[in-house]
């Protein structure tokens, strides 16, 4: 049997390296959640500004 473990990803501050990550997230089958924390710097303030 196939168990389902829930996932989600949580970006603090990160790089080029974290934007890359979320792209893939986001657009993997099935997607996965990301949660990105907003004025914790760098690629997360970035991703937080662009949604």
Avoid: K, W
Avoid at 11 to 17: C, P
Wanted: aromatic share 4%; with cysteine.
């Amino acid at each position: 049997t196939h168990s389902s473990i829930p996932v989600v990803a949580l970006v603090i501050e990160g790089g080029t390296n974290t934007i890359r990550s979320v792209l893939e997230y986001v657009t993997d089958e099935p997607p996965v959640p990301v949660v990105v924390c907003d004025g914790s710097g760098r690629a997360a303030d970035l991703i937080a500004f662009m949604h």
